[in-house]
């Protein structure tokens, strides 16, 4: 796994390690700044995001954004083995 998808998934594991938020509003973000769709997976090759996603992150609530967090391991090791 290359070293930006390591963090990333060391970061979701961090992020989904943590009680619920307590303040509303205060689950990061998962964006890295690499901002690259992939044509197959239209995943972002930098945080495993779909547009959809992205474009909703401001307005999702904690508890969506959680579901994002959730699927985005799972989107590393599918985007691996495409390169695998």
Do not use: F, Y
Not at 23 to 30: F, I, Y
Request: positive net charge; proline residues 8%.
């Amino acid at each position: 796994m290359n070293i930006r998808w390591k963090k990333l998934a060391d970061r979701a594991a961090q992020v989904l390690a943590e009680p619920q938020p307590l303040a509303p509003h205060s689950m990061p973000s998962p964006c890295v700044s690499v901002c690259v769709m992939h044509p197959q997976t239209a995943w972002c090759e930098g945080c495993m995001r779909t547009l959809q996603e992205i474009g909703d992150w401001s307005r999702m609530n904690d508890a969506a954004k959680r579901q994002v967090w959730l699927q985005i391991p799972g989107r590393l090791l599918q985007r691996q083995a495409m390169v695998s």
